[in-house]
């Protein structure tokens, strides 16, 4: 079974600098896609960046990017020039493309803080 | 074009009441899946429909728990007899369906259920 572990469950910046939020994965596919999803307190899943597994170069979203380590079943995600709205727990999150339909599977979560 | 929609948006129940929590997916979207978020935990998932059909209900409760998504109207996940341990906020997901690969999952706001 697949399993997805945020080994941070709470982390803080600064206004205007980057921080690095940590996600690793278990499974034994090689065909599939990972996630990172922001949820502020309004609790609306928004997703912030999609990295598919075949495509070895990193994903990047505006402030956003991944460094995926496919190897390494690492998948960290990069907010620089960190502001306000971007305070929220964070969800790194896994889905198989073996079998179209499939559920995503989710981390515990990153509780990020942005202090100004 | 309106996203997924969830109604309603906060329930309270007592111990013992059925909860009726609905979902209207995108338009031209003919999947739809049910996710658990328990306080301070991540999505955990629970069902996958299609019209008409159940796909997968292995992240279902075996008792008091059902979901239904009919040829007309929306999905119904339904709660018989609540417990305190059923408060939770419960999230909807819809895609399009496409052969092979992966259909990206669109959520709504989520049902907030309060169990008193």
């Not at chain 1, 990069?78 to 499939?102: P, R």
């Not at chain 2, 998932?45 to 239904?68: C, H, T, W």
Request: with cysteine; charged share 20%.
């Amino acid at each position: 079974a697949q399993t997805v572990t945020q080994s941070q469950p709470e982390m803080s910046v600064q206004e205007a600098e980057t921080v690095t939020l940590s996600c690793t994965y278990d499974t034994s596919e090689s065909d599939y896609y990972l996630f990172w999803y922001k949820q502020p307190p309004s609790r609306q899943m928004i997703l912030v960046i999609r990295q598919e597994a075949y495509k070895q170069q990193n994903a990047t979203e505006n402030r956003f990017s991944v460094n995926f380590q496919k190897a390494a079943k690492s998948f960290s995600l990069k907010i620089s020039d960190s502001q306000l709205g971007d305070a929220a727990m964070y969800f790194c999150a896994y889905i198989t493309v073996e079998t179209s339909g499939s559920r995503l599977t989710f981390g515990e979560g990153t509780q990020l803080t942005v202090n100004p | 074009n309106a996203g997924v929609m969830q109604n309603p948006r906060h329930l309270v129940r007592r111990r013992g009441q059925e909860a009726r929590l609905r979902c209207s997916p995108m338009k031209g979207h003919s999947h739809v899946y049910w996710y658990r978020q328990l306080p301070e935990e991540g999505l955990k998932f629970m069902v996958y429909l299609q019209k008409e059909n159940i796909i997968d209900e292995s992240g279902m409760p075996k008792e008091r728990f059902s979901a239904e998504f009919p040829k007309e109207g929306p999905s119904i996940l339904r709660i018989q007899q609540v417990v305190r341990g059923d408060s939770a906020a419960y999230f909807c997901a819809s895609s399009p369906w496409r052969s092979g690969g992966y259909n990206e999952q669109f959520f709504g706001p989520g049902t907030r259920l309060t169990v008193l």
